[in-house]
């Protein structure tokens, strides 16, 4: 008899968690598959690309005044001054001072301006995810984008984001 009432009691252990589990509906989508489509994120990347590319613009003048004044001090006259080369020495290195921090300056500017334009993005993206899984009777979303789902064998959202975002 305590055998019987053991394996029942197990038994409705079980079947209380499978049905706990069955209730819980899960689906993924791969988030970067879903940002690479979206008309936003391409604009928002071309225009970061813009920006990248006027910076190096920018900077090729100052490589090549840094290039020039390395040129200088490996052509000064043997009449050179000691004084007079430390000067040029100094030059190189007040120059390759300001052009290291302007390169900080630009990374960071191109990292601010990034995250103001993804932003927007990614909320419109995780959004459509929230209002798909909603319409659905999703409770949870995984993503896979990240590769931290090896097995995925639940609904794909994919294609209902894009279709709610016009995609």
């Not at 009691?9 to 079980?14: C, Q, T």
């Not at 988030?31 to 936003?40: G, H, I, R």
């Not at 007040?94 to 302007?102: N, S």
């Not at 995925?152 to 959202?157: E, H, I, M, R, V």
Request: net charge negative; glycine share 4%.
């Amino acid at each position: 008899m305590k055998k019987v009432l053991t394996s029942f009691m197990i038994g409705a252990f079980l079947f209380i968690g499978v049905a706990a589990t069955a209730q819980s509906n899960i689906a993924h989508i791969n988030s970067q598959e879903l940002l690479k489509d979206m008309p936003e994120m391409v604009q928002a990347q071309s225009d970061l690309k813009k920006l990248e590319d006027n910076y190096k613009a920018q900077f090729e003048g100052v490589y090549k005044e840094f290039q020039a004044k390395i040129q200088e001090i490996q052509n000064l006259p043997p009449t050179t001054t000691q004084e007079e080369a430390e000067q040029k020495q100094q030059e190189i290195l007040d120059l390759q001072q300001r052009i290291k921090e302007a390169e900080q300056s630009a990374a960071q500017e191109i990292q601010k301006r990034q995250a103001e334009l993804t932003a927007p993005i990614f909320e419109k993206a995780r959004a459509a995810i929230n209002k798909v899984a909603q319409a659905q009777g999703i409770d949870f979303v995984l993503d896979i984008a990240g590769n931290l789902v090896v097995v995925a064998n639940g609904k794909d959202l994919l294609q209902d984001v894009k279709t709610e975002l016009g995609i």
